[in-house]
Nanobody, 123 residues
Framework: QVQLVESGGGLVQAGGSLRLSCAPSGNTLSINAIDWHRQVPGKQRELVAGITSNGITYYGDSMKGRFTISRDNAKNTVYLQMSSLKPEDAAVYYC?????????????????WGQGTQVTVSS
């Protein structure tokens, strides 16, 4: 079991910055990757960024150059630094931990989701 605690959401003016945090607990050794996703009501949830256990990062196309995902191994916390925020970035942002990767099948046994944190961007 993995639990995820998210924080850092809030209201920011367009062009501003926010840093989101995701703090996993429980069976954290089983985590292979942590992703950030976001969702607007009525729209499909989309990948924002992710980081693997060995430090490989990846981003959604619209986030490249503006968002940075990182990990503090001492604190066991993943951060999403968001800069140059746009009104279209407003969404609920969710932390997702994927666990127990099976290299033979290319699949993860389980994944866990945080409660989400609201990001609002004003024009």
């Amino acid at each position: 079991q993995v639990q995820l605690v998210e924080s850092g959401g809030g209201l920011v003016q367009a062009g501003g910055s926010l840093r989101l945090s995701c703090a996993p607990s429980g069976n954290t050794l089983s985590i292979n990757a942590i992703d950030w996703h976001r969702q607007v009501p009525g729209k499909q949830r989309e990948l924002v960024a992710g980081i693997t256990s060995n430090g490989i990062t990846y981003y959604g196309d619209s986030m490249k150059g503006r968002f940075t995902i990182s990990r503090d191994n001492a604190k066991n916390t993943v951060y999403l630094q968001m800069s140059s925020l746009k009104p279209e970035d407003a969404a609920v942002y969710y932390c997702n931990a994927r666990t127990n990767y099976d290299s033979a099948t290319g699949q993860y046994e389980s994944d866990y989701w945080g409660q989400g944190t609201q990001v609002t961007v004003s024009s």
